[in-house]
Protein backbone atom coordinates (compact mmCIF):
# COMPACT_ATOMS: atom_id res chain seq x y z
CA UNK A 1 0.00 0.00 0.00
CA UNK A 2 2.72 2.68 0.48
CA UNK A 3 3.36 2.46 -3.35
CA UNK A 4 -0.55 3.59 -3.86
CA UNK A 5 -0.13 6.18 -1.06
CA UNK A 6 2.51 7.76 -2.86
CA UNK A 7 0.70 7.82 -5.66
CA UNK A 8 -1.92 9.49 -4.81
CA UNK A 9 -0.32 12.18 -2.66
CA UNK A 10 1.51 13.48 -5.88
CA UNK A 11 -0.23 16.63 -7.36
CA UNK A 12 -0.10 16.46 -10.43
CA UNK A 13 -1.13 12.48 -10.29
CA UNK A 14 -5.02 13.65 -11.09
CA UNK A 15 -7.45 13.63 -13.47
CA UNK A 16 -6.03 12.38 -16.19
CA UNK A 17 -4.95 9.00 -14.93
CA UNK A 18 -7.78 8.48 -13.12
CA UNK A 19 -8.09 4.71 -14.43
CA UNK A 20 -4.64 3.72 -13.60
CA UNK A 21 -5.51 3.64 -9.46
CA UNK A 22 -7.48 0.50 -9.88
CA UNK A 23 -5.14 -1.33 -11.99
CA UNK A 24 -2.73 -1.16 -9.82
CA UNK A 25 -5.17 -2.04 -7.19
CA UNK A 26 -6.06 -5.24 -9.54
CA UNK A 27 -2.49 -5.73 -10.10
CA UNK A 28 -2.32 -6.55 -7.00
CA UNK A 29 -4.33 -9.10 -7.00
CA UNK A 30 -3.89 -10.36 -10.41
CA UNK A 31 -7.00 -9.34 -12.05
CA UNK A 32 -7.35 -7.57 -15.48
CA UNK A 33 -8.20 -4.22 -16.81
CA UNK A 34 -11.21 -1.99 -14.77
CA UNK A 35 -14.33 -1.07 -16.39
CA UNK A 36 -14.94 2.73 -15.86
CA UNK A 37 -18.08 1.46 -13.57
CA UNK A 38 -15.34 -0.75 -11.66
CA UNK A 39 -12.86 1.92 -11.46
CA UNK A 40 -15.58 4.25 -10.03
CA UNK A 41 -16.42 1.67 -7.45
CA UNK A 42 -12.40 1.95 -6.23
CA UNK A 43 -12.33 5.39 -6.52
CA UNK A 44 -14.67 5.92 -3.72
CA UNK A 45 -13.32 3.18 -1.50
CA UNK A 46 -10.27 4.77 -1.41
CA UNK A 47 -11.83 8.34 -1.03
CA UNK A 48 -13.47 6.84 2.10
CA UNK A 49 -10.42 5.41 2.74
CA UNK A 50 -8.85 8.71 4.78
CA UNK A 51 -5.41 7.76 3.48
CA UNK A 52 -5.49 11.18 1.45
CA UNK A 53 -4.59 14.43 1.92
CA UNK A 54 -7.08 17.56 1.50
CA UNK A 55 -5.69 18.81 -2.12
CA UNK A 56 -5.79 15.04 -3.44
CA UNK A 57 -9.27 14.01 -1.98
CA UNK A 58 -10.67 17.22 -3.53
CA UNK A 59 -9.29 16.33 -6.61
CA UNK A 60 -10.35 12.69 -6.49
CA UNK A 61 -14.15 13.74 -5.59
CA UNK A 62 -13.70 15.89 -8.87
CA UNK A 63 -12.96 13.11 -10.83
CA UNK A 64 -15.29 10.76 -9.06
CA UNK A 65 -18.23 12.88 -10.31
CA UNK A 66 -16.43 12.93 -14.01
CA UNK A 67 -16.77 9.60 -13.63
CA UNK A 68 -20.15 9.24 -12.04
CA UNK A 69 -21.97 11.53 -14.84
CA UNK A 70 -20.23 9.74 -17.40
CA UNK A 71 -21.86 6.39 -16.52
CA UNK A 72 -25.36 8.00 -15.37
CA UNK A 73 -25.85 6.34 -11.92
CA UNK A 74 -29.19 4.63 -11.41
CA UNK A 75 -31.07 6.84 -9.01
CA UNK A 76 -30.67 4.74 -6.04
CA UNK A 77 -26.68 5.08 -6.60
CA UNK A 78 -25.52 8.27 -4.12
CA UNK A 79 -22.11 8.11 -2.97
CA UNK A 80 -22.99 8.28 0.61
CA UNK A 81 -24.45 4.76 0.13
CA UNK A 82 -21.52 2.94 -1.41
CA UNK A 83 -19.82 2.70 2.20
CA UNK A 84 -16.26 1.02 3.09
CA UNK A 85 -18.30 -2.16 4.98
CA UNK A 86 -20.18 -2.45 2.17
CA UNK A 87 -17.56 -2.70 -0.47
CA UNK A 88 -15.55 -5.31 1.99
CA UNK A 89 -18.54 -7.23 2.21
CA UNK A 90 -18.24 -8.23 -1.53
CA UNK A 91 -14.78 -9.30 -1.39
CA UNK A 92 -15.48 -13.16 -1.21
CA UNK A 93 -13.11 -14.32 -3.72
CA UNK A 94 -9.47 -13.56 -4.70
CA UNK A 95 -9.59 -11.43 -7.12
CA UNK A 96 -11.83 -7.86 -7.16
CA UNK A 97 -12.27 -7.99 -10.38
CA UNK A 98 -14.70 -11.12 -10.01
CA UNK A 99 -15.95 -9.40 -7.35
CA UNK A 100 -16.86 -5.99 -8.88
CA UNK A 101 -18.90 -8.15 -11.94
CA UNK A 102 -21.46 -8.82 -9.65
CA UNK A 103 -21.74 -4.97 -8.47
CA UNK A 104 -22.41 -4.44 -12.08
CA UNK A 105 -24.97 -6.34 -12.89
CA UNK A 106 -26.87 -6.25 -9.87
CA UNK A 107 -28.45 -3.31 -7.55
CA UNK A 108 -25.11 -2.34 -5.83
CA UNK A 109 -26.56 -0.84 -2.88
CA UNK A 110 -29.66 -1.86 -0.63
CA UNK A 111 -32.63 -0.45 -0.78
CA UNK A 112 -32.87 2.02 2.52
CA UNK A 113 -35.42 1.10 5.01
CA UNK A 114 -38.64 2.77 5.34
CA UNK A 115 -38.31 5.11 8.20
CA UNK A 116 -41.38 4.52 9.84
CA UNK A 117 -40.63 6.04 13.73
CA UNK A 118 -39.48 9.39 14.66
CA UNK A 119 -36.39 8.42 15.89
CA UNK A 120 -34.30 6.19 14.84
CA UNK A 121 -33.97 2.87 16.74
CA UNK A 122 -37.09 3.69 18.89
CA UNK A 123 -39.10 0.50 17.25
CA UNK A 124 -36.37 -2.18 19.63
CA UNK A 125 -37.95 -3.19 22.95
CA UNK A 126 -36.76 -1.63 25.67
CA UNK A 127 -34.53 1.21 23.58
CA UNK A 128 -34.07 4.56 25.32
CA UNK A 129 -34.45 8.02 23.40
CA UNK A 130 -31.01 9.96 23.78
CA UNK A 131 -28.97 12.59 21.95
CA UNK A 132 -25.51 12.25 21.68
CA UNK A 133 -23.08 15.40 20.84
CA UNK A 134 -21.10 13.81 18.32
CA UNK A 135 -18.41 15.32 16.30
CA UNK A 136 -20.36 19.05 16.99
CA UNK A 137 -23.18 16.75 15.62
CA UNK A 138 -26.25 16.32 17.49
CA UNK A 139 -27.72 12.60 17.06
CA UNK A 140 -31.24 11.88 18.56
CA UNK A 141 -31.48 8.38 18.73
CA UNK A 142 -33.27 5.40 20.53
CA UNK A 143 -31.07 2.59 21.94
CA UNK A 144 -30.88 0.11 25.06
CA UNK A 145 -29.10 1.26 27.91
CA UNK A 146 -27.09 -1.65 27.50
CA UNK A 147 -25.50 -0.05 23.84
CA UNK A 148 -21.80 0.48 24.58
CA UNK A 149 -20.51 3.36 23.27
CA UNK A 150 -18.70 2.00 20.56
CA UNK A 151 -20.89 -0.06 19.60
CA UNK A 152 -23.46 3.05 19.22
CA UNK A 153 -20.90 4.44 16.88
CA UNK A 154 -19.96 1.68 14.87
CA UNK A 155 -23.38 0.06 14.24
CA UNK A 156 -26.27 2.67 14.86
CA UNK A 157 -24.74 6.28 13.94
CA UNK A 158 -22.72 5.25 10.45
CA UNK A 159 -19.44 6.05 12.29
CA UNK A 160 -17.01 3.00 12.22
CA UNK A 161 -14.15 4.90 12.05
CA UNK A 162 -13.50 3.88 15.98
CA UNK A 163 -12.29 0.43 16.22
CA UNK A 164 -13.32 -2.53 18.05
CA UNK A 165 -10.38 -4.61 19.25
CA UNK A 166 -11.07 -6.22 22.36
CA UNK A 167 -14.19 -5.35 23.56
CA UNK A 168 -12.70 -5.22 27.37
CA UNK A 169 -10.48 -2.05 27.51
CA UNK A 170 -7.38 -3.63 26.97
CA UNK A 171 -5.99 -2.62 23.80
CA UNK A 172 -7.15 1.02 23.25
CA UNK A 173 -8.37 0.46 19.18
CA UNK A 174 -11.89 1.84 20.83
CA UNK A 175 -10.04 5.44 21.93
CA UNK A 176 -13.14 8.39 21.84
CA UNK A 177 -12.55 11.60 22.95
CA UNK A 178 -15.51 12.26 25.67
CA UNK A 179 -15.25 16.45 26.60
CA UNK A 180 -11.69 16.54 25.77
CA UNK A 181 -10.28 13.57 27.12
CA UNK A 182 -9.36 9.90 25.73
CA UNK A 183 -11.42 6.84 26.81
CA UNK A 184 -12.03 3.62 25.60
CA UNK A 185 -15.84 3.63 24.25
CA UNK A 186 -15.90 0.18 24.81
CA UNK A 187 -16.43 0.24 28.29
CA UNK A 188 -19.09 3.15 28.51
CA UNK A 189 -22.89 2.95 28.16
CA UNK A 190 -23.89 5.63 25.14
CA UNK A 191 -27.00 6.36 27.34
CA UNK A 192 -24.02 7.69 30.16
CA UNK A 193 -22.60 9.99 27.33
CA UNK A 194 -25.90 12.72 27.43
CA UNK A 195 -24.16 15.94 27.60
CA UNK A 196 -20.82 15.07 26.99
CA UNK A 197 -19.13 16.29 23.44
CA UNK A 198 -17.99 13.37 22.28
CA UNK A 199 -14.99 13.14 19.56
CA UNK A 200 -14.33 10.37 17.05
CA UNK A 201 -11.24 9.82 14.58
CA UNK A 202 -14.02 11.32 12.02
CA UNK A 203 -14.60 14.49 13.73
CA UNK A 204 -10.51 14.95 13.84
CA UNK A 205 -10.02 16.40 10.41
CA UNK A 206 -11.42 20.23 10.11
CA UNK A 207 -13.12 21.27 6.34
CA UNK A 208 -10.88 18.96 4.95
CA UNK A 209 -7.87 19.30 6.21
CA UNK A 210 -5.87 16.73 8.00
CA UNK A 211 -5.22 17.32 11.89
CA UNK A 212 -1.58 18.02 12.44
CA UNK A 213 -1.79 14.49 14.36
CA UNK A 214 -3.06 12.56 11.38
CA UNK A 215 -0.74 14.34 9.05
CA UNK A 216 1.79 13.46 11.51
CA UNK A 217 1.37 9.56 11.27
CA UNK A 218 1.05 9.51 7.70
CA UNK A 219 4.48 11.33 7.23
CA UNK A 220 6.20 8.67 9.55
CA UNK A 221 4.36 5.85 8.21
CA UNK A 222 2.86 5.39 11.67
CA UNK A 223 0.56 2.33 10.54
CA UNK A 224 0.65 -1.13 8.79
CA UNK A 225 -2.35 -2.58 8.59
CA UNK A 226 -4.47 0.81 9.99
CA UNK A 227 -6.77 -1.40 12.47
CA UNK A 228 -4.95 0.57 15.33
CA UNK A 229 -4.49 3.71 13.98
CA UNK A 230 -7.51 5.50 14.67
CA UNK A 231 -6.92 4.81 18.38
CA UNK A 232 -3.22 5.80 18.23
CA UNK A 233 -4.80 8.83 16.60
CA UNK A 234 -7.22 9.48 18.98
CA UNK A 235 -5.00 8.81 22.12
CA UNK A 236 -1.95 10.93 20.84
CA UNK A 237 -4.31 14.10 20.20
CA UNK A 238 -5.26 13.53 24.06
CA UNK A 239 -2.09 12.98 24.87
CA UNK A 240 -1.27 16.86 23.56
CA UNK A 241 -3.28 18.01 26.36
CA UNK A 242 -1.68 15.90 28.93
CA UNK A 243 1.05 15.98 31.31
CA UNK A 244 3.97 13.33 29.66
CA UNK A 245 7.50 14.23 29.69
CA UNK A 246 9.73 14.81 27.10
CA UNK A 247 11.99 11.59 26.04
CA UNK A 248 10.68 8.66 23.75
CA UNK A 249 10.25 6.16 26.93
CA UNK A 250 7.60 8.74 28.20
CA UNK A 251 5.84 8.93 25.10
CA UNK A 252 5.94 4.88 24.72
CA UNK A 253 4.62 5.22 28.72
CA UNK A 254 1.79 7.67 27.09
CA UNK A 255 0.72 5.75 24.80
CA UNK A 256 0.50 2.32 26.70
CA UNK A 257 -2.99 1.84 26.27
CA UNK A 258 -2.95 1.37 22.29
CA UNK A 259 -1.35 -2.04 21.17
CA UNK A 260 -0.49 -2.75 17.61
CA UNK A 261 -0.23 -6.13 16.48
CA UNK A 262 1.75 -5.18 13.18
CA UNK A 263 4.29 -3.58 16.06
CA UNK A 264 4.54 -0.21 14.35
CA UNK A 265 5.42 1.54 17.44
CA UNK A 266 8.44 3.05 16.45
CA UNK A 267 6.82 5.07 13.56
CA UNK A 268 3.98 5.62 16.15
CA UNK A 269 6.30 6.97 18.42
CA UNK A 270 8.28 9.20 15.85
CA UNK A 271 4.73 10.54 14.60
CA UNK A 272 3.49 11.53 18.16
CA UNK A 273 6.84 13.18 19.06
CA UNK A 274 6.91 15.19 15.81
CA UNK A 275 2.92 16.26 16.41
CA UNK A 276 4.46 17.67 19.72
CA UNK A 277 7.04 19.71 18.47
CA UNK A 278 4.59 21.08 16.13
CA UNK A 279 2.04 21.45 18.44
CA UNK B 1 -24.59 -8.52 28.22
CA UNK B 2 -28.38 -8.86 30.09
CA UNK B 3 -30.33 -5.87 29.53
CA UNK B 4 -30.97 -3.40 32.57
CA UNK B 5 -32.94 -0.54 34.09
CA UNK B 6 -31.00 2.47 34.00
CA UNK B 7 -31.39 5.86 35.75
CA UNK B 8 -29.33 8.44 36.84
CA UNK B 9 -28.68 10.03 40.32
CA UNK B 10 -27.83 14.04 40.20
CA UNK B 11 -27.77 13.71 44.42
CA UNK B 12 -26.28 11.54 46.87
CA UNK B 13 -29.52 11.38 48.68
CA UNK B 14 -31.24 10.00 45.24
CA UNK B 15 -28.53 7.54 44.27
CA UNK B 16 -28.83 6.33 47.72
CA UNK B 17 -32.75 6.15 47.41
CA UNK B 18 -32.35 4.24 44.28
CA UNK B 19 -29.67 1.84 45.82
CA UNK B 20 -31.30 0.92 48.70
CA UNK B 21 -35.18 0.60 47.39
CA UNK B 22 -34.32 -2.29 44.54
CA UNK B 23 -32.43 -5.53 44.54
CA UNK B 24 -29.53 -6.35 42.55
CA UNK B 25 -29.15 -2.58 41.91
CA UNK B 26 -25.41 -1.56 40.93
CA UNK B 27 -23.72 1.90 40.78
CA UNK B 28 -21.75 2.76 37.85
CA UNK B 29 -19.12 5.09 37.61
CA UNK B 30 -16.22 4.69 35.39
CA UNK B 31 -17.83 1.60 33.93
CA UNK B 32 -14.38 0.06 33.57
CA UNK B 33 -14.93 -2.71 36.14
CA UNK B 34 -18.18 -3.17 36.15
CA UNK B 35 -19.22 -3.10 32.27
CA UNK B 36 -15.80 -5.30 31.61
CA UNK B 37 -17.38 -8.12 34.16
CA UNK B 38 -21.08 -7.49 32.50
CA UNK B 39 -19.58 -8.40 29.11
CA UNK B 40 -18.80 -11.52 30.60
CA UNK B 41 -22.31 -12.24 32.65
CA UNK B 42 -20.52 -12.03 35.71
CA UNK B 43 -21.81 -9.59 37.04
CA UNK B 44 -25.40 -9.32 36.15
CA UNK B 45 -27.25 -6.11 37.97
CA UNK B 46 -31.18 -5.36 36.74
CA UNK B 47 -30.75 -1.62 37.21
CA UNK B 48 -28.00 0.61 37.29
CA UNK B 49 -27.67 3.73 38.68
CA UNK B 50 -25.50 5.86 36.72
CA UNK B 51 -23.54 8.33 39.72
CA UNK B 52 -21.30 10.21 37.31
CA UNK B 53 -22.96 13.28 37.96
CA UNK B 54 -22.38 13.41 41.79
CA UNK B 55 -20.54 16.02 43.04
CA UNK B 56 -18.45 14.58 44.94
CA UNK B 57 -15.26 15.45 42.46
CA UNK B 58 -13.11 17.24 44.61
CA UNK B 59 -9.83 16.98 46.57
CA UNK B 60 -9.27 19.01 49.33
CA UNK B 61 -7.01 19.58 52.39
CA UNK B 62 -8.42 18.35 55.69
CA UNK B 63 -8.93 20.29 58.78
CA UNK B 64 -5.93 18.36 60.24
CA UNK B 65 -3.70 18.75 57.32
CA UNK B 66 -4.79 15.83 55.56
CA UNK B 67 -6.71 15.25 52.55
CA UNK B 68 -9.96 14.47 51.63
CA UNK B 69 -10.67 13.30 48.09
CA UNK B 70 -14.07 12.60 46.61
CA UNK B 71 -14.89 9.35 45.78
CA UNK B 72 -15.94 10.38 42.24
CA UNK B 73 -12.34 12.18 41.58
CA UNK B 74 -11.21 10.23 38.52
CA UNK B 75 -7.80 8.28 38.88
CA UNK B 76 -5.63 10.96 36.08
CA UNK B 77 -6.49 14.29 38.17
CA UNK B 78 -5.54 12.43 41.23
CA UNK B 79 -2.34 11.23 40.42
CA UNK B 80 -1.49 14.64 38.87
CA UNK B 81 -2.83 16.67 41.26
CA UNK B 82 0.07 18.71 42.68
CA UNK B 83 -0.51 17.76 46.30
CA UNK B 84 -0.64 14.52 45.69
CA UNK B 85 2.71 14.75 43.55
CA UNK B 86 4.23 16.07 46.61
CA UNK B 87 3.13 14.64 49.60
CA UNK B 88 1.56 11.49 48.94
CA UNK B 89 4.04 10.52 45.95
CA UNK B 90 2.83 7.15 46.65
CA UNK B 91 -0.32 7.14 45.24
CA UNK B 92 0.30 9.51 42.22
CA UNK B 93 3.19 6.63 41.77
CA UNK B 94 1.17 3.73 42.21
CA UNK B 95 -1.98 5.04 40.11
CA UNK B 96 0.00 5.93 36.83
CA UNK B 97 1.29 2.38 37.71
CA UNK B 98 -2.24 1.01 36.34
CA UNK B 99 -4.17 0.37 33.94
CA UNK B 100 -3.82 2.81 30.79
CA UNK B 101 -3.94 6.69 30.32
CA UNK B 102 -8.08 6.00 28.41
CA UNK B 103 -8.99 4.04 31.87
CA UNK B 104 -7.35 6.32 34.38
CA UNK B 105 -9.43 9.35 32.60
CA UNK B 106 -12.65 7.14 33.36
CA UNK B 107 -11.68 4.90 36.83
CA UNK B 108 -12.88 6.78 39.98
CA UNK B 109 -11.29 6.74 43.40
CA UNK B 110 -14.12 4.51 44.93
CA UNK B 111 -14.68 2.11 41.80
CA UNK B 112 -10.69 1.25 42.34
CA UNK B 113 -11.26 0.16 45.10
CA UNK B 114 -14.07 -1.71 44.41
CA UNK B 115 -12.30 -3.41 41.53
CA UNK B 116 -12.44 -7.12 41.25
CA UNK B 117 -9.98 -10.13 41.17
CA UNK B 118 -8.54 -10.89 37.44
CA UNK B 119 -8.62 -14.49 38.54
CA UNK B 120 -9.34 -16.32 35.03
CA UNK B 121 -11.75 -18.72 36.88
CA UNK B 122 -13.45 -16.09 38.06
CA UNK B 123 -13.55 -13.86 35.10
CA UNK B 124 -15.30 -17.01 33.02
CA UNK B 125 -18.44 -18.07 33.95
CA UNK B 126 -18.22 -22.04 32.61
CA UNK B 127 -16.10 -22.56 35.52
CA UNK B 128 -17.24 -22.96 38.70
CA UNK B 129 -16.10 -20.52 41.33
CA UNK B 130 -16.86 -19.40 44.98
CA UNK B 131 -16.30 -15.65 45.21
CA UNK B 132 -19.30 -16.07 42.43
CA UNK B 133 -21.10 -18.73 43.37
CA UNK B 134 -20.02 -20.01 47.53
CA UNK B 135 -19.99 -23.67 47.77
CA UNK B 136 -19.09 -24.24 44.03
CA UNK B 137 -15.57 -25.21 44.16
CA UNK B 138 -12.12 -23.16 43.70
CA UNK B 139 -11.09 -24.26 40.37
CA UNK B 140 -7.84 -22.25 40.81
CA UNK B 141 -6.54 -24.02 43.51
CA UNK B 142 -5.28 -27.04 40.69
CA UNK B 143 -4.95 -24.73 37.95
CA UNK B 144 -2.80 -22.53 36.50
CA UNK B 145 -2.73 -20.06 39.24
CA UNK B 146 0.77 -18.13 38.77
CA UNK B 147 -0.97 -14.44 39.58
CA UNK B 148 -2.80 -15.82 42.34
CA UNK B 149 -2.44 -14.99 45.99
CA UNK B 150 0.37 -16.24 48.55
CA UNK B 151 -0.99 -13.67 51.34
CA UNK B 152 -4.29 -14.29 53.21
CA UNK B 153 -6.14 -17.76 51.12
CA UNK B 154 -8.07 -19.82 52.25
CA UNK B 155 -9.22 -23.41 50.63
CA UNK B 156 -12.03 -21.46 49.15
CA UNK B 157 -10.18 -18.63 47.35
CA UNK B 158 -7.27 -17.65 46.58
CA UNK B 159 -7.81 -14.48 44.16
CA UNK B 160 -5.55 -11.72 44.70
CA UNK B 161 -6.52 -8.16 44.52
CA UNK B 162 -5.73 -5.94 41.83
CA UNK B 163 -5.40 -2.81 42.71
CA UNK B 164 -2.01 -0.28 42.58
CA UNK B 165 -3.93 2.68 44.36
CA UNK B 166 -5.57 0.67 47.20
CA UNK B 167 -2.09 -0.91 48.38
CA UNK B 168 -0.38 2.86 48.02
CA UNK B 169 -3.94 4.25 50.28
CA UNK B 170 -2.87 1.22 52.44
CA UNK B 171 0.65 2.40 53.47
CA UNK B 172 -0.99 5.87 53.98
CA UNK B 173 -3.52 4.58 56.35
CA UNK B 174 -6.80 5.81 54.64
CA UNK B 175 -9.81 5.88 55.81
CA UNK B 176 -13.28 5.27 53.40
CA UNK B 177 -16.05 7.19 54.01
CA UNK B 178 -19.52 5.27 53.24
CA UNK B 179 -23.47 6.73 53.13
CA UNK B 180 -26.04 4.06 53.41
CA UNK B 181 -28.63 2.89 54.82
CA UNK B 182 -27.99 3.38 58.82
CA UNK B 183 -25.88 6.98 57.73
CA UNK B 184 -22.61 7.20 57.31
CA UNK B 185 -19.81 5.69 58.83
CA UNK B 186 -16.03 5.26 58.44
CA UNK B 187 -13.92 2.40 58.10
CA UNK B 188 -10.36 2.61 57.80
CA UNK B 189 -9.23 1.02 54.48
CA UNK B 190 -7.28 -2.38 56.36
CA UNK B 191 -11.05 -3.21 58.16
CA UNK B 192 -12.65 -2.31 54.85
CA UNK B 193 -11.55 -5.21 53.04
CA UNK B 194 -12.34 -8.65 54.12
CA UNK B 195 -10.55 -12.03 53.75
CA UNK B 196 -11.91 -14.61 51.82
CA UNK B 197 -12.11 -17.63 54.42
CA UNK B 198 -15.26 -19.56 53.64
CA UNK B 199 -16.95 -16.27 52.21
CA UNK B 200 -14.90 -14.71 49.20
CA UNK B 201 -18.35 -13.77 47.78
CA UNK B 202 -17.99 -10.71 50.60
CA UNK B 203 -14.86 -8.81 49.33
CA UNK B 204 -15.92 -5.47 51.56
CA UNK B 205 -17.83 -4.31 54.41
CA UNK B 206 -20.31 -2.19 52.31
CA UNK B 207 -23.99 -3.15 52.26
CA UNK B 208 -26.42 -3.47 49.37
CA UNK B 209 -27.50 0.47 48.40
CA UNK B 210 -23.92 1.52 50.19
CA UNK B 211 -22.19 3.90 48.31
CA UNK B 212 -18.47 5.63 49.37
CA UNK B 213 -18.87 9.05 49.26
CA UNK B 214 -14.68 10.51 49.84
CA UNK B 215 -11.65 8.88 51.38
CA UNK B 216 -9.39 10.52 53.68
CA UNK B 217 -5.40 10.81 54.07
CA UNK B 218 -4.16 11.34 57.70
CA UNK B 219 -1.53 14.21 57.20
CA UNK B 220 2.25 13.29 57.15
CA UNK B 221 4.90 14.72 58.89
CA UNK B 222 7.42 17.20 57.36
CA UNK B 223 10.01 15.27 55.73
CA UNK B 224 7.99 11.76 55.07
CA UNK B 225 8.54 10.36 51.98
CA UNK B 226 6.91 7.67 49.95
CA UNK B 227 7.44 4.97 46.70
CA UNK B 228 5.95 2.60 44.94
CA UNK B 229 7.41 -0.38 42.97
CA UNK B 230 5.12 -2.51 40.80
CA UNK B 231 7.36 -5.84 39.71
CA UNK B 232 5.05 -7.45 36.10
CA UNK B 233 6.13 -9.58 33.35
CA UNK B 234 5.72 -6.55 31.03
CA UNK B 235 7.13 -3.02 31.12
CA UNK B 236 3.24 -1.48 31.58
CA UNK B 237 -0.69 -1.76 31.12
CA UNK B 238 -0.15 -4.73 32.98
CA UNK B 239 -1.16 -6.27 36.74
CA UNK B 240 1.59 -6.33 39.58
CA UNK B 241 3.41 -10.02 39.86
CA UNK B 242 4.12 -8.27 43.25
CA UNK B 243 4.19 -4.74 44.36
CA UNK B 244 5.30 -2.58 47.52
CA UNK B 245 4.11 0.80 48.95
CA UNK B 246 6.82 2.25 51.52
CA UNK B 247 5.93 5.55 53.57
CA UNK B 248 8.80 6.82 55.63
CA UNK B 249 10.35 9.05 57.79
CA UNK B 250 13.79 8.91 58.77
CA UNK B 251 16.15 10.74 61.90
CA UNK B 252 19.16 10.68 60.19
CA UNK B 253 20.12 7.33 58.81
CA UNK B 254 17.32 5.57 61.67
CA UNK B 255 13.94 4.57 60.24
CA UNK B 256 11.49 7.08 62.62
CA UNK B 257 8.62 5.72 61.03
CA UNK B 258 7.31 3.04 58.20
CA UNK B 259 4.22 1.61 56.74
CA UNK B 260 4.55 -0.71 54.12
CA UNK B 261 1.99 -2.64 52.22
CA UNK B 262 2.21 -5.41 49.42
CA UNK B 263 0.52 -5.87 46.01
CA UNK B 264 0.03 -8.51 43.54
CA UNK B 265 0.28 -11.20 46.84
CA UNK B 266 -2.44 -10.63 48.74
CA UNK B 267 -6.16 -11.60 48.73
CA UNK B 268 -6.27 -7.72 50.05
CA UNK B 269 -3.87 -4.75 49.75
CA UNK B 270 -1.55 -6.11 52.34
CA UNK B 271 -0.44 -4.29 55.36
CA UNK B 272 2.35 -5.69 57.11
CA UNK B 273 2.70 -4.75 60.34
CA UNK B 274 5.29 -7.23 60.50
CA UNK B 275 7.61 -5.81 58.71
CA UNK B 276 6.83 -2.27 59.91
CA UNK B 277 7.95 -3.55 63.50
CA UNK B 278 10.79 -5.30 62.29
CA UNK B 279 12.30 -1.73 60.92
CA UNK B 280 10.94 0.83 63.20
CA UNK B 281 14.26 2.43 65.22
CA UNK B 282 16.04 0.52 63.25
CA UNK B 283 18.99 1.75 60.87
CA UNK B 284 18.51 2.37 57.38
CA UNK B 285 20.62 -0.50 55.25
CA UNK B 286 20.06 -3.25 53.08
CA UNK B 287 20.64 -6.09 55.82
CA UNK B 288 17.52 -4.33 57.69
CA UNK B 289 15.23 -4.26 54.71
CA UNK B 290 16.17 -7.61 54.05
CA UNK B 291 14.86 -8.82 57.54
CA UNK B 292 11.99 -6.76 57.35
CA UNK B 293 10.84 -8.37 53.86
CA UNK B 294 11.83 -11.94 55.18
CA UNK B 295 9.13 -10.79 58.22
CA UNK B 296 6.37 -9.61 55.61
CA UNK B 297 6.56 -12.96 53.92
CA UNK B 298 6.96 -14.85 56.49
CA UNK B 299 3.86 -16.89 56.47
CA UNK B 300 3.03 -16.84 52.53
CA UNK B 301 2.12 -19.98 51.49
CA UNK B 302 2.78 -20.40 47.51
CA UNK B 303 0.68 -22.07 44.97
CA UNK B 304 1.58 -24.49 42.70
CA UNK B 305 2.40 -21.87 39.56
CA UNK B 306 3.54 -19.03 41.66
CA UNK B 307 6.11 -19.53 44.17
CA UNK B 308 8.54 -17.49 42.51
CA UNK B 309 6.18 -14.73 44.32
CA UNK B 310 8.17 -15.24 47.85
CA UNK B 311 11.32 -14.17 46.94
CA UNK B 312 10.18 -11.78 44.33
CA UNK B 313 7.89 -10.08 46.84
CA UNK B 314 11.27 -10.01 49.48
CA UNK B 315 12.97 -7.94 46.69
CA UNK B 316 10.46 -6.14 45.51
CA UNK B 317 10.08 -4.83 49.34
CA UNK B 318 13.88 -4.42 49.72
CA UNK B 319 13.92 -2.43 46.55
CA UNK B 320 11.42 -0.23 47.13
CA UNK B 321 13.22 0.65 50.74
CA UNK B 322 16.68 1.47 49.25
CA UNK B 323 14.91 3.50 46.72
CA UNK B 324 13.04 5.56 48.91
CA UNK B 325 15.47 5.49 51.63
CA UNK B 326 18.27 7.00 49.14
CA UNK B 327 16.11 9.04 47.52
CA UNK B 328 17.60 13.10 48.19
Redesign the interface.
Known amino acids: MPRIRRILNQRDFLPSKRYFLPLIFLQEYDAPWPTPKASLRMWKSVFNSGLLEGATMAKIDKSITEIAEEEQPKPAETPDRFTRRFFLSQLGTASLAVTTAPLLHSAPVQEPEPVTEAIPGADVP?A?PMVLNINGKEHHIAL???V?LLDALRENLQLPGTKKGC???QC?AC?VHVNG????SC???A??HQGDKITTIEGLAQNGDLNPVQAAFLEHDGFQCGYCTSGQIM?AA??LK??CGQDDAAV????????CRCGAYNNIVAAVQSARRGA | MEAFQFSQAKTVNSALEAGRSQTETRFVAGGTTLIDLMKLNVETPKRIVDINSLPLTQIEPTADGGLKIGAMVRNSDLAHDETVQQRYTVLSEALLSGASPQLRNMATTGGNLLQRTRCYYFRDTTYPCNKREPGSGCPALDGFNRIHGILGTSEHCIATHPSDMAVAMMALEAVVHIQGANGERSVPLNDFYLLPGSTPNRENVLAPGDLITYVTLPSLANGTRSHYLKLRDRASYEFALASAAVVVSLNGNRIQRVRIALGGVGTKPWRSMEAEHALEGREANENNFRAAAEAALKGAKPQHDNAFKVELAKRCLTRTLTNVTQAA
Do not use: K, Y
Open positions: GVEPRTDHGGTRRVNLSFIMSALEPRECMSGNI
